[in-house]
């Protein structure tokens, strides 16, 4: 193909799916981490909309995985 980038095989998927949970009326909620920078995000998706923003913890603070950045 003209354009598709070539992906090395040692090549790591930057996010990963920590959680996902269906919540009825609400749509889906899902918790992925930055596997470069430990970074938690909280992903929420209802019917044609979603966002995305910095999972916070109870202090207001980005919640940040320090095993991983």
Same mark, same amino acid.
């Given at each position: 193909m003209l354009f598709k980038k070539?992906?090395? =095989?040692t090549e790591?998927?930057?996010f990963e799916?920590? %959680?996902i949970q269906n919540l009825p009326e609400l749509g889906?909620?899902?918790i992925l981490i930055?596997? =470069?920078?430990?970074v938690h995000y909280l992903h929420t998706w209802?019917?044609?909309g979603s966002g995305i923003t910095p999972l916070l913890d =109870?202090?207001?603070q980005v919640v940040i995985?320090?095993?991983? %950045?």
């Open positions: 070539r992906i090395k =095989e790591v998927d930057r799916v920590k %959680s889906r909620v899902t930055d596997r =470069e920078t430990g209802v019917g044609t =109870e202090n207001g995985d320090q095993n991983r %950045s």
